[in-house]
């Protein structure tokens, strides 16, 4: 159990144009959905995280109105990069908690990320 | 959440035991210790947790000290696909996690 999947894998645009990124819980019903980025050879940081029915809570320094994070239904979670730049390349990844059979409920579970080339 | 200090890199024969340690000198008494490990261009794999008790599972063996000021994650027979980062996390359970560099572990034929 605790499986989730994240879509796309990887996505090229240009710049200024919006890109959304679905994240998924396959066997559970994930009750908070965490987004993280990733630069190169660097570690995860927290960018937000949201509760289901909720607004997302963001982190210091992660612009809310570029980085829109929906979390309308308890097995998915999207977040939409809005015009986005060069910069905002990177690899992001989401993670899940909540109930399922087997599992506790306080334990993260990630998805495989998503690598975003902005051109 | 407490601070951890873990190696930066580790090196382990394939077919030998993998210890890998973490100090969290300043855990309080309601944080658990996480670990999950990063293959390159992957998301985070969970592997264990615990808060006092040693635990096992499938993946890992979680040693704790008495005074859980440290532990060590403990892959029994490393293979080449161990090869991975290695984050050690200490928080409150649910709470967001935070990660720091993590013990790269390279597993060498």
């Known amino acids: 159990g605790a499986v989730v999947s994240q879509h796309p894998s990887r996505v090229i645009c240009k710049s200024g144009t919006s890109v959304k990124i679905e994240c998924r819980s396959l066997?559970?019903?994930?009750?908070?959905m965490f987004w993280y980025r990733q630069f190169p050879k660097k570690s995860l940081m927290l960018m937000a995280t949201s509760n289901e029915g909720s607004k997302a809570t963001y982190e210091q320094g992660v612009e809310k109105d570029k980085f829109l994070i929906n979390h309308a239904s308890l097995t998915l979670s999207t977040l939409t990069v809005t015009s986005a730049h060069p910069e905002d390349s990177s690899f992001y990844i989401c993670?899940?908690?909540?109930?399922?059979?087997?599992?506790?409920?306080?334990?993260?579970?990630f998805g495989p990320g998503t690598r975003l080339l902005v051109l | 959440d407490a601070k951890t200090t873990q190696p930066p890199s580790m090196d382990c024969a394939e077919g030998r035991a993998a210890n890998l340690p973490c100090n969290h000198s300043?855990?309080?008494?309601?944080?658990?210790v996480y670990w999950y490990r990063q293959i390159h261009s992957q998301g985070p794999q969970y592997i264990i947790h615990g808060l006092k008790n040693n635990e096992t599972n499938e993946m890992a063996s979680l040693i704790i000290t008495e005074d859980r000021k440290s532990s060590t994650l403990i892959l029994p027979h490393a293979t080449l696909r161990d090869t991975a980062v290695y984050y050690c996390i200490v928080n409150n359970a649910g709470n967001m996690l935070t990660f720091g560099g993590g013990t790269r572990l390279m597993v060498k034929p």
């Open positions: 066997d559970f019903q994930a009750t908070t």
């Open positions: 300043t855990i309080s008494g309601n944080e658990y």
């Open positions: 993670s899940a908690r909540g109930e399922f059979i087997g599992g506790d409920q306080e334990t993260q579970y």
